[in-house]
């Protein structure tokens, strides 16, 4: 008995081992959300809800007023009420891509997508903050684009049945694009998050930019864990109107920073075999042409380099008619890949044509632009005229600002019209630098009885699924 007492003192006792169960590693998401913000603007920005006389100047004088009130919105003395924040939402994948949106516009601002050697790189052309994206130079880089995505001729259409004839706002020459001077890229959307999905929302109001009806607008953003990219775009409408909605993300598979010599290693398939007709304004005629034996035949896989310089228009930028089955949803539309990284994305859709467009007004540096000091001071007086309201001429789009939209005088005998446009990370972006691959209806099409429906009526629901798919080319390219 003493002996044991003496173990027992002495603590040499075997201790009750206890088994431990092991706690389970943390799982790693296969898509995270992040949602932080990207800038402020102002809140001023509001559409006339009754058309006048001067609608459109109105819709012009908005847009100005983003640009010269954004700096008072980012004074710290400012009203909590004249600002909206623009937020941004991030998804990775455990595959190791990332994609980045803003509620500014609905806007794509960064894809990464890793090579074949595992390195991921932005694809997709932007800017670095939202103050860039306010300049009218912007060739809608990544945009939501609305109510109608590209042109409608003289600015004028006929809503059927009823024949009613409408007159849009003319922001292309005499010509309406991508929805006028403040179209849905133009717009601080409101967004809120379900799950791995962003929803963002915006009201269109009866006759903003000449549209007729109220349109509720709704665009869904996620992103899956085998790196696809899903947008699902409806709309309803108080009464007939039109809608195409589509959104303009400008990719180099390379690298949106890359340039135009790996531009043209891209290798691109079209699910199309006939392409609507233009003119020399690039407006639909309304005919439908066969794109077989022509240089706009991407049904077979076919390298850009050797196709872009037997296009007479510098480039492409045409619609093409989608083959699309009888009882299909989303429908493949194109393909592109660059070689030498490996890259691959795959574009589909549920709309009937597809805007393929190689960034042919993008600025060009081989090409200098040469005009007689009198017509820059006779266009500087007509733009101070316009300003103070006694002319309602109309001002420079997007489009043309892509080219030159600022000019300086040279010892008063010229002026230089090549203006390099600036992007991430100190980017130039360059003419055939960028492609885009615009999935739509067709352009006019409410002029054109021949092509697809575009009028949405009171109690139907207008949708749009996209479907950007990246992946990665181990094996040869057949």
Request: net charge negative; proline share 6%.
């Amino acid at each position: 008995m003493a002996e044991e007492g003496d173990e027992k003192a002495s603590g040499d006792v075997e201790e009750d081992t206890k088994t431990v169960t092991p706690q389970p590693e943390p799982k790693i998401p296969d898509v995270e959300l992040i949602v932080d913000g990207f800038g402020l603007m102002p809140k001023s920005m509001k559409v006339p809800k009754n058309r006048t006389s001067n609608a459109f100047e109105e819709s012009k004088q908005m847009l100005k007023e983003i640009k010269v009130t954004n700096e008072e919105a980012k004074s710290p003395c400012s009203s909590s009420t004249n600002i909206e924040v623009v937020r941004r939402y991030t998804w990775r994948t455990k595959n190791r891509m990332s994609v980045q949106i803003i509620s500014y516009g609905a806007t794509i601002t960064s894809i990464q997508v890793p090579d074949k050697k595992g390195v991921p790189d932005d694809v997709v052309a932007g800017f670095d903050t939202l103050e860039e994206y306010f300049q009218p130079r912007n060739p809608y880089f990544g945009a939501t684009i609305g109510r109608y995505a590209n042109i409608i001729r003289d600015a004028t259409m006929v809503v059927r049945p009823s024949g009613r004839m409408y007159m849009l706002s003319n922001n292309k020459g005499h010509h309406h694009y991508h929805g006028g001077y403040v179209g849905f890229d133009k717009v601080n959307w409101h967004s809120y998050v379900n799950g791995n999905q962003v929803i963002m929302s915006h009201v269109s109001e009866r006759f903003h930019e000449g549209y007729p009806g109220t349109v509720m607008a709704q665009i869904t953003f996620e992103v899956t864990c085998d790196n696809t990219l899903k947008i699902e775009m409806k709309c309803t409408s108080s009464e007939p109107t039109i809608v195409n909605l589509s959104c303009t993300p400008y990719f180099n598979l390379a690298g949106h920073h890359s340039g135009n010599n790996t531009m043209y290693d891209h290798i691109f398939t079209i699910n199309a075999d006939k392409y609507t007709a233009a003119d020399d304004d690039g407006v639909v005629t309304g005919e439908k042409k066969v794109v077989g034996g022509t240089i706009f035949d991407f049904r077979v896989p076919r390298v850009l380099r050797t196709m872009l310089p037997r296009v007479a228009m510098g480039g492409y930028d045409i619609n093409y008619c989608v083959t699309q089955g009888t009882a299909q949803d989303l429908t493949f539309h194109a393909r592109a890949l660059h070689p030498v990284t490996g890259r691959v994305m795959e574009l589909y859709s549920n709309q009937p044509g597809l805007q393929f467009y190689t960034g042919n007004l993008l600025p060009d540096p081989d090409k200098i632009v040469e005009t007689p000091v009198k017509a820059v001071e006779e266009e500087e007086a007509e733009s101070i005229k316009s300003e103070s309201g006694d002319s309602t001429a109309s001002d420079k789009s997007s489009v043309a600002g892509e080219v030159m939209n600022e000019e300086e005088s040279v010892e008063g005998k010229t002026s230089v019209g090549y203006v390099p446009l600036m992007g991430k990370q100190g980017t130039f972006y360059k003419k055939h630098g960028l492609f885009c691959l615009m999935p739509q209806n067709y352009p006019d099409a409410v002029n054109h009885t021949n092509f697809p429906n575009s009028v949405l009526n009171p109690g139907e629901v207008y949708v749009h699924r996209i479907q950007y798919k990246f992946g990665i080319l181990l094996g040869r390219y057949i």
